[in-house]
């Protein structure tokens, strides 16, 4: 029961005491989501189960200066049979903000928090094993107090983007096409010494035909372009991001 009090009491003043930018979660009508606890019992023998869950109201436990979880459970006709006791999770929700460095071009993350305070009693050995799991979603973030006028960057960095990939594969086309007629020219020079007269070239003197810089351009371009690309794609999930995605074990 202390293990609860201390966790109930610390969730209600977790704005108080966190370090990070946290904020609890809530309906669509503002009320708070309630936290709760679940515990599971032996039913019947030591085979089957019951699961039973009681919510535990922000504004309950903001009310007394003395919080007791078994009085709580015990008001609610909540109990909890250790005999028979499987596990039992204190479940809360919150919402976390990262902020991004520099904010004047990036946006925050927004993440959906939905942690539980797990008390295992499954191998019955007289110890309780306590643990914490943690699921994040990514959100996306509304009403975070960041500045509009400063977004301006992000559509203007995308538009940088294109406009250089753009250009890397101008220029990459172009290298391409002067290596590829420079082969060519190649080909014919040594098709022209061979008939006209009877020699070979050697070759150093076919390297001549084959413009290093060209080949160092064309790797440079194939490399901006692909760090372009991954940028973009990287970018595109604060910006219209509808993916949901889960993190286990957050």
């Known amino acids: 029961y202390d293990y609860l009090d201390y966790a109930i009491t610390s969730y209600t003043v977790l704005k108080d005491v966190s370090i990070g930018t946290y904020e609890y979660h809530q309906y669509a009508n503002g009320t708070l989501i309630p936290s709760f606890i ?6 019947t023998g030591f085979t089957n189960s019951r699961k039973a869950c009681l919510n ?10 003395n919080w007791s979880t078994q009085q709580y459970l015990k008001e609610n006709n909540f109990s909890l049979e250790f005999d028979k006791l499987l596990s039992c999770r204190f479940v809360f929700k919150v919402l976390a903000v990262k902020l991004r460095v520099p904010p004047d071009f990036n946006l925050p993350d927004c993440y959906n928090l939905t942690s539980a305070i797990v008390f295992d009693n499954e191998d019955r050995d007289g110890q309780m094993l306590v643990g914490l799991n943690i699921q994040a979603t990514v959100l996306s973030c509304n009403n975070t107090g960041h500045d509009s006028d400063r977004e301006w960057g992000s559509p203007q960095s995308t538009a940088l983007n294109i406009v250089t990939m753009l250009i890397c594969c101008l220029s990459l086309s172009m290298c391409l096409r002067s290596l590829y007629r420079a082969q060519v020219l ?8 061979r008939i006209q007269y009877n020699k070979k070239l050697n ?4 390297f001549e035909f084959c413009n290093f810089w060209y080949i ?5 371009d194939m490399l901006i372009i692909t760090g ?5 794609g990287l970018e595109s ?3 219209g991001d509808t993916t949901v995605q889960n993190y286990e074990g957050y």
């Open 186 to 193: 190649r080909y014919s020079c040594v098709k022209f010494f």
């Open 228 to 232: 372009t690309v991954l940028k973009l």
């Open 203 to 206: 070759l150093w003197d076919e």
């Open 216 to 220: 160092l351009i064309c790797i440079n």
């Open 237 to 239: 999930r604060m910006i």
């Open 38 to 43: 679940c515990c599971d019992h032996y039913q």
């Open 56 to 65: 535990i109201p922000y504004l309950a436990v903001n009310a007394t200066n």
